[in-house]
T-cell receptor, first 110, second 114 residues
Framework: KQEVTQIPAALSVPEGENLVLNCSFT??????LQWFRQDPGKGLTSLLLIQSSQREQTSGRLNASLDKSSGRSTLYIAASQPGDSATYLCAVYYNNDMRFGAGTRLTVKP | DAGVIQSPRHEVTEMGQEVTLRCKPI?????LFWYRQTMMRGLELLIY????????DSGMPEDRFSAKMPNASFSTLKIQPSEPRDSAVYFC????????????FGSGTRLTVV
């Protein structure tokens, strides 16, 4: 059974810092990996989608990498802002199923 | 496109009542997923449909839960009778194919059973 783990569970940083969120998965036979953002009381907003054949995707200040062989993905956020405060979820798609990590709750302090 | 649309946004009901949650997927998406999110268990897949046909309902917790997709633009998740432990946020998501191009989520329905 595919397990998805996100570390750390919570992270607090001062504004302006660069930071990395981690996601690991147990089965490397994935089709893609998707990073989502969830604000309190809101739905999930897709940030980046990395296909299994890709190694990274970038969108603005966000960069996501994928290393299938080691079962790891990272989400890099450059020059963090208070508006980046949210929970970030990693989801792995494989075998007609998508598994979610428990998320990392990020707080960026002004 | 307006995205995945769910209704209602909030639902408060008494234990034992029937609850119906609704979802309109993105036009052209042929897969639809129902998830439940709680603090204790995170996001759990309840059921998914492909081309309006239920493919995997192994996540449906009990017979009290049922889901239908009568056409490509509408799905319902029904709980009858509802119980306090059903209180959660229920999300609907849709995708092209079965997820190889990523999922798009709705805003969710926050259900409170008292």
């Amino acid at each position: 059974k595919q397990e998805v783990t996100q570390i750390p569970a919570a992270l607090s940083v001062p504004e302006g810092e660069n930071l990395v969120l981690n996601c690991s998965f147990t089965d490397s036979a994935i089709y893609n990996l998707q990073w989502f953002r969830q604000d309190p009381g809101k739905g999930l907003t897709s940030l980046l989608l990395i296909q299994s054949s890709q190694r990274e995707q970038t969108s603005g200040r966000l960069n996501a990498s994928l290393d299938k062989s080691s079962g790891r993905s990272t989400l890099y956020i450059a020059a963090s802002q208070p508006g980046d405060s949210a929970t970030y979820l990693c989801a792995v798609y494989y075998n007609n199923d998508m598994r979610f990590g428990a998320g990392t709750r990020l707080t960026v302090k002004p | 496109d307006a995205g995945v649309i769910q209704s209602p946004r909030h639902e408060v009901t008494e234990m034992g009542q029937e609850v119906t949650l609704r979802c309109k997927p993105i036009s052209g998406h042929n897969s639809l997923f129902w998830y439940r999110q709680t603090m204790m268990r995170g996001l759990e897949l309840l059921i998914y449909f492909n081309n309006n046909v239920p493919i995997d309902d192994s996540g449906m917790p009990e017979d009290r839960f049922s889901a239908k997709m009568p056409n490509a633009s509408f799905s319902t998740l029904k709980i009858q009778p509802s119980e306090p432990r059903d209180s959660a946020v229920y999300f609907c998501a849709s995708s092209l194919g079965t997820g190889a191009y990523g999922y798009t989520f709705g805003s969710g329905t926050r259900l409170t059973v008292v």
